[in-house]
């Protein structure tokens, strides 16, 4: 399994804004993924960070909204940039155990922002 | 592109009662996953079916997998109230997770 920690744990932001959320893994992972929950939805993946590779975004994610960092095997960061109401979301980073395939999937706490 | 419809989208139901959820995928997914969420939390792992036929029991869930369908259920035996949260079912395709819109089940004592 993985321990995944993410901060904050909560913002409230001012439109046009920036925030940057963190996440920590305890152990070593090759994949890492970001997810939105918008208020009791499903989750939705904004994109893929690959540790030495640029992170792959999925429909309707774009870098310039939300870039992604993943400088080493245990840590990433995404941005939330130039922040609308609708960018109001629960953010969660998750990892695979896998190597090759992914096997299981763990999820963080969460970044639950709101933009005013 | 892979697919996944939930249903029913939200149960409510007695304590003591039998009940099962559906997941439809529509393309190959190359695992099954079953996530559990709490309000206000994140996302627990129930299981993960990897092979057509198998079948994964913890406590009073029992999820099972039919690839040949490309369905998946998860039944619930003799609810009680804590199993009272939103259960995701979700495939992988490409190494990317895709998820149901979830089922909220709400079990009344």
């Known amino acids: 399994s993985a ?9 409230i932001c001012q439109r046009g804004t920036s925030l940057t959320i963190q996440c920590q893994v305890d152990s070593q992972v090759t994949m890492m993924f970001w997810y939105r929950q918008q208020p009791g939805q499903s989750l939705t993946l904004i994109a893929t960070a690959n540790q030495g590779s640029e992170a792959t975004y999925e429909s309707g994610f774009v870098i310039d909204k939300f870039p992604i960092s993943r400088p080493n095997l245990t840590f990433s ?4 940039s130039n922040m609308s109401p609708e960018d109001s979301s629960i953010y969660l980073c998750s990892v695979s155990t896998g190597i090759i395939s992914v096997e299981t999937q763990y999820f963080g706490p969460g970044t639950r922002l709101l933009v005013l | 592109e892979l697919k996944v419809e939930q249903n029913p989208l939200f149960l409510s139901m007695q304590e003591g009662k039998n009940y099962t959820i559906y997941c439809n995928y529509s393309t190959t997914s190359d695992r099954l996953y079953w996530y559990r969420q709490d309000p206000g939390k994140s996302l627990e792992s129930l299981f993960v079916l990897l092979s057509n036929g198998a079948v ?3 406590g009073r869930l029992m999820a099972s997998l039919d690839t040949k369908a490309r369905l998946s259920t998860l039944h619930i035996t003799a609810a009680v109230h804590d199993l ?3 259960y995701f079912c979700a495939g992988n395709r490409d190494d990317k997770i895709i998820f149901g819109k979830g089922t909220r089940l709400h079990i009344l004592p």
């Open chain 2, 84 to 86: 009272s949260a939103t």
């Open chain 1, 3 to 11: 321990v995944i920690s993410q901060k904050p744990s909560r913002d």
């Open chain 1, 77 to 80: 960061t995404l941005t939330v």
């Open chain 2, 56 to 58: 994964k029991q913890e």
